[in-house]
């Protein structure tokens, strides 16, 4: 059966990987989904114009598409954009989505990723088969996050005070993606939650120590610098308040990702995920 598959994000975190992983397994049938294609250089497939705030440009976008792997933009807006593709979408034909969401139990209270739930559902409600993918905290927000070094001349920073948290590589979420987009009669109906290594900040400063000779401490940041910057950066501030309440919840202990950790990677790529160990090695010029 024809199974045209549309990334959208195609620059982005996730969808660069899932890119390469898609070419890598020789699959040829994509077309990237980008907001300027004139911008875009190197990309092994073809482009095609789509921003979320112009529907006309959706439904250019989703002709002939037959599965998507959906993410959208960090800001309150992922409700109403979501809720216009999907039913964009389901006129469309299309037949399957990928849905990239956030971390989080169905009753999960945390706003965004609540938020993400929300958009689950109404793809669930328009009959388009789905599989939803729920990252919990990416490796690559050691690098840096919300456009902030994470880092400081052996310094580890963080938000989330000691909490323990529940880690993912980026390439990963790609990965287990891409599987899920070439086969989907497999992965039809399935939440897949995707946490591998439970670790604090603590025991990651203490790793880049240990295993990479790069002498590194931990230091808690207040959430209220986060919230300050996100104020005076003009940043999208319902959805940066919900970040920073979760922050507020991690360091206070109500929340906790201890025991967040999943086998399904494995048991769909036939591989083991990336550690954090093995993240940091290759990262290790960052760090330097």
């Known amino acids: 059966m024809k199974n045209r598959i549309l990334v959208t994000g195609a620059t982005g975190q996730v969808g660069r ?3 390469q992983s898609l070419q890598e397994k020789g699959y040829q049938d994509v077309v990237l989904a980008v907001r300027n294609p004139d911008n875009v250089i190197d990309l092994p497939y ?12 959706i439904k250019l976008a989703l002709n002939g598409i037959d599965s998507i792997f959906m993410m959208t933009g960090y800001t309150i807006d992922m ?5 216009v593709f999907i039913d964009i979408a389901k006129q ?23 938020w993400h739930q929300l958009i689950e559902r109404y793809i669930e409600w328009s009959g388009i088969q789905f599989t939803h993918l729920r990252p919990e905290s990416y490796m690559q927000n050691l690098l840096g996050y919300q456009g902030e070094n994470s880092t400081d001349k052996g310094v580890l920073h963080s938000y989330f005070g000691d909490a323990i948290l529940s880690w993912v590589d980026c390439a990963d979420v790609a990965e287990l993606a891409a599987h899920c987009l070439i086969s989907p009669e497999q992965h039809y109906g399935q939440v897949y939650r995707l946490g591998y290594e439970n670790k604090t900040y603590s025991q990651i400063a ?12 931990y230091q808690a940041n207040d959430p209220q610098e986060f919230w300050d910057f996100a104020q005076s950066n003009a940043l999208e ?4 308040k919900s ?3 979760h922050y507020v919840a991690f360091t206070a202990g109500e929340l906790s990702r201890e025991g967040m950790v999943f086998d399904n990677f494995q048991k769909i790529t036939k591989k083991a995920p990336v550690s954090v160990k093995e993240f940091l090695i290759k990262h290790q010029d960052y760090f330097k």
């Open 243 to 245: 970040i920073y309440d």
């Open 237 to 240: 501030l319902a959805y940066m």
């Open 92 to 114: 469309s034909g299309v037949r399957y989505i990928v849905h990239l969401g956030a971390c989080g139990d169905d009753n999960a209270q945390v706003a965004h990723w609540a």
């Open 46 to 57: 073809p482009l095609v114009e789509m921003d979320y705030n112009k529907p006309n440009t």
């Open 206 to 217: 203490a790793l880049l120590t240990d295993e990479l000779n790069l002498p590194f401490r």
């Open 79 to 83: 409700l109403q954009q979501s809720k």
């Open 17 to 19: 990987y899932l890119v």
